[in-house]
């Protein structure tokens, strides 16, 4: 079956532009989560939607980062005024109940989106 | 605050040696704990977790890791590596808030010499 996809794979932008990142988890996974990796870093949380709701977002870095996922299945990760320091690879992972402790609660890993400001 | 750390940045062994890579976390509570995988160009894949009971936790691909709650230690372990399990290995721990937040360790980089 398809694991989780991330669009675009590659995203070069300009200092101060706006840019989209979506996320499309495993069908039927009720959770989804953002991550960002730096270079040389283990991914660090910024977002975890429970269906269409954020349950958490205490990981996102300031106002310029905004997530969606209106419909409880794809996600839109939007960052406006991208600054250098926003360049990294976004991770989108999903889980089948985000019912974290329990055994079914593994976290699906997408290949990320490498975003790179100039 | 919660942490992981990985004390070893890049490890070499050799082809069928055996493997051991170190994870030391923080936490006030029993942990959720994690080993992940990362491959050039793949998406992280989980290798295996601990939750509770049996502290010895078998994996995917041969691995395993041992919880040690005295030591604050979750090392990952292979009797015999091959030259396939070349990649970057991250150690994580579910958050107290919220087991569904996962951190991270800033990962391990295993090479494997022919």
């Known amino acids: 079956g398809a694991g989780v996809s991330q669009t675009p794979s590659n995203k070069v932008t300009e200092k101060g532009k706006y840019v989209e990142l979506r996320c499309d988890p495993i069908s039927g996974h009720t959770a989804l989560y953002w991550y960002r990796q730096s270079l040389g870093q283990g991914p660090e949380f910024l977002i975890y939607?429970?269906?269409?709701?954020?349950?958490?977002d205490s990981g996102l870095p300031n106002d310029r980062f905004f997530a969606v996922r209106p419909e409880g299945s794809v996600s839109t990760l939007k960052i406006q005024r991208t600054e250098r320091g926003d360049s990294a690879v976004y991770l989108c992972?999903?889980?089948?109940?985000?019912?974290?402790?329990?055994?079914?609660?593994?976290?699906?890993f997408g290949p990320g989106t490498r975003l790179t400001v100039l | 605050a919660q942490s992981v750390t990985q004390p070893d940045i890049h490890i070499t062994v050799s082809e069928g040696a055996s493997l051991e890579l170190r994870c030391n976390y923080s936490?006030?509570?029993?942990?959720?704990l994690f080993w992940y995988v990362q491959s050039p160009g793949q998406g992280l894949q989980l290798l295996l977790k601990?939750?509770?009971?049996?502290?010895l936790v078998q994996g995917i691909k041969g691995f395993e890791a041992e919880f040690k709650r005295s030591q604050s230690s979750f090392n990952l372990r292979k009797p015999s590596v091959h030259w396939s399990d070349a990649a970057e290995y991250f150690c994580a721990v579910g958050a107290i808030s919220s087991a569904s937040k996962i951190i991270f360790g800033s990962g391990t980089r295993l090479s494997i010499r022919p």
């Open positions: 992972a999903s889980s089948l109940t985000g019912a974290g402790g329990t055994t079914q609660d593994t976290q699906y």
């Open positions: 601990y939750f509770s009971g049996d502290t």
């Open positions: 939607f429970q269906g269409t709701g954020a349950a958490d």
């Open positions: 936490y006030g509570a029993t942990p959720y």
